[in-house]
């Protein structure tokens, strides 16, 4: 199995995860916003020549109030870039196998070239409730909804700062 970027030409139209809107944006759209509007990635896992899982990072940025108390204070007023995990999704026929916590590491790699070349401070993702947990034992940290309400209805938004990903990748957490 390979873990690399979408290409044109992979097979996705018999991906299938279980959630149809999951299913219709790999097959119809991950590649008209990759390819053709630039405004996100999708990292696919690739089997015998077709996509079985995926993950769609876009650009953002975040306002500090949205971030725990620790964060805050870390971290400047203004709102920070970070890199929005959009879309996570495994092929039934490849779940339960870890290939989920796989694409989250590739993404946290994205994360730690872009903290380098552009500036980022965090991945962000608007977690399913179902998949909140998930998140959490990866190190994603709950988030303060602006104004009491969720950014995506039905979800939790979750944040991992990147300074705890570039600490253990040398032993140790930087501030």
Not at 77 to 83: E, I, S
């Amino acid at each position: 199995m390979r873990i690399r970027r979408l290409q044109p030409d992979d097979e996705r139209s018999g991906f299938s995860c279980g959630d149809p809107d999951f299913d219709d944006f790999i097959r119809k759209y991950a590649g008209q916003y990759q390819f053709r509007h630039h405004v996100g990635v999708t990292i696919v896992a690739v089997d015998d020549e077709r996509v079985v899982g995926y993950a769609t990072v876009v650009p953002g940025s975040v306002d500090g109030d949205e971030l725990s108390e620790l964060e805050r204070r870390r971290l400047p007023k203004h709102p920070v870039p970070v890199l929005r995990l959009a879309r996570l999704a495994v092929d039934s026929r490849y779940q339960g196998r870890g290939l989920g916590r796989r694409l989250v590491r590739e993404v946290l790699l994205v994360a730690l070239r872009m903290r380098t070349d552009l500036g980022c401070t965090a991945v962000i993702v608007d977690a399913l409730k179902s998949r909140a947990s998930f998140y959490e034992g990866l190190g994603f940290e709950p988030m303060v909804p602006l104004q009491g309400r969720p950014r995506v209805a039905g979800a939790t938004a979750m944040f991992l700062p990147l300074r705890r990903i570039a600490g253990a990748a040398q032993g140790t957490e930087t501030g």
